[in-house]
């Protein structure tokens, strides 16, 4: 075979002059390009040297890329010995592999473990080209594919298997799906270990703007651990409110702790981690708001998910928690959160677009009876005024009533005591307005 070929480097060749370890870039790059062939004792100006130990070559070249290479690409792989000019080369042929992105063991799922072809070079791959070709071959379903991070720890998930009885071996993250069938851990593992990138942002604000802040925080880790510690901090600002019905003391909590439970929980659950926004929390003195990336599941409307109708984004993750018996049964979280608003006027509002799902609770006030408590004659007269004015300052009850400001405020004081008014802003510009409630 001792012909005038001529050899020149492109997207789908490569010339060494021999074995480097380098090579096995180019191997990885092939495997995820459109393959190719590697010729081994040709230099890369075209020059035929050959090789004097060609098995010897060979041999390093096949245990490198069984050792260095995963997924395992020997299945795609192939070689020959080829002579030109009467001298010996390896021809190393790849083919595209089905299981991409292939990457050096060492590096792991980053741009720097990660190569592709472009041109006559092997170079390392963008992030985005990564998850294009992670997507392109396990699927859509953001919770089944590889995870770009592998170093993976689940401390958090393993005590909270442990409190209700399970077990946390290789079969059940297998069984789970928190690795997949090539070993890898998915993007479920990543959602529940510790190294979890995801993260919820939770916000008090005074008032019911969101001009000042009193209180932030950001929820990192396993989803799990989030779960619990954004619950823990906006229970916070859950207050109870205490009413005397006969010899009896009733309390009742400003939100509902089932409907509160089921809206962050429905917002780990269901949310599109394919974005990389966090989960906002906001809380007002009369709502709290939680805004998660991800609108309807495909196939859904808006009335399908008000009766109960489930189509999981995350049902891998939805499994993992109702094994820890955090959900009962799939579908039911929005109708939980209309429950336990039944008897109250009052009730939450579901707002749904098509990239974001917002959950608003109203803050349940209690209403005072004012049998018990009488009005004054100065406090119907600040109440009139609302007539004409949907609010007033002090100083409008100074000119109205021709009293102090201390009288003013023990008017207006009486008047919030009765649940009859309420205080909007702070500072200077605090107005009063009619309650809602009354």
Not at 227 to 244: G, H, L, W
Not at 258 to 284: C, P, W
Request: hydrophobic share 35%; glycine share 8%; with cysteine.
């Amino acid at each position: 075979m001792g012909g005038m070929k001529v050899f020149v480097e492109d997207v789908n060749h490569e010339l060494k002059k021999q074995y480097v370890k380098d090579v096995i870039k180019t191997v990885i790059a092939f495997a995820n390009t459109s393959g190719g062939k590697i010729y081994i004792g040709i230099d890369d100006s075209g020059s035929i040297i050959g090789l004097d130990e060609p098995d010897d070559e060979l041999l390093k070249l096949t245990n490198a890329v069984r050792d260095s290479i995963a997924p395992d690409i020997t299945p795609f792989t192939s070689s020959v010995y080829e002579e030109y000019q009467s001298k010996k080369v390896i021809v190393y042929n790849v083919q595209k592999g089905t299981s991409c992105p292939y990457y050096l063991s060492s590096k792991g799922l980053r741009p720097e473990g990660v190569y592709v072809r472009q041109g006559a070079s092997s170079v390392p791959a963008s992030q985005s080209a990564i998850i294009k070709m992670i997507k392109e071959t396990d699927g859509d379903s953001y919770e089944e594919l590889r995870s770009l991070i592998q170093e993976l720890t689940f401390n958090v998930l393993t005590d909270e298997f442990k409190k209700v009885g399970l077990g946390f071996e290789e079969p059940q993250k297998r069984t789970l799906g928190i690795v997949g069938g090539d070993g890898l851990y998915t993007n479920l593992g990543l959602l529940l270990s510790d190294q979890c990138n995801h993260s919820i942002k939770a916000a008090v604000f005074d008032g019911t703007s969101k001009n000042r802040f009193l209180d932030r925080y950001e929820f990192e880790g396993s989803v799990i651990k989030q779960m619990r510690e954004v619950f823990a901090f906006v229970d916070r600002y859950n207050r109870t409110q205490s009413r005397i019905e006969g010899i009896e003391r009733k309390d009742l909590r400003e939100y509902p702790e089932e409907a509160l439970r089921e809206a962050l929980l429905n917002s780990i659950v269901h949310k599109d981690y394919g974005f990389g926004s966090s989960t906002l929390v906001s809380v007002f003195d009369d709502r709290i708001e939680i805004l998660t990336i991800g609108g309807l599941v495909k196939g859904l409307t808006k009335d399908d998910i008000m009766i109960g109708t489930s189509l999981l984004r995350n049902k891998n993750l939805a499994n993992v928690f109702y094994r820890m018996k955090w959900i009962e049964a799939y579908g039911t979280g929005i109708l939980k959160i209309r429950e336990a608003y039944e008897k109250h006027d009052l009730k939450p509002l579901i707002e749904i677009t098509d990239n974001a799902f917002k959950v608003t609770l109203p803050a349940i006030k209690m209403q005072k009876k004012q049998t018990f408590k009488p009005l004054s004659l100065n406090e119907n007269k600040v109440l009139e005024t609302f007539k004409s004015s949907e609010y007033i300052k002090r100083l409008d009850v100074e000119q109205i009533l021709e009293v102090s400001q201390p009288m003013a405020v023990k008017v207006l004081r009486g008047l919030l005591d009765k649940n009859l008014i309420e205080k909007v802003g702070s500072g200077k510009n605090v107005v009063y307005k009619l309650s809602r409630n009354d």
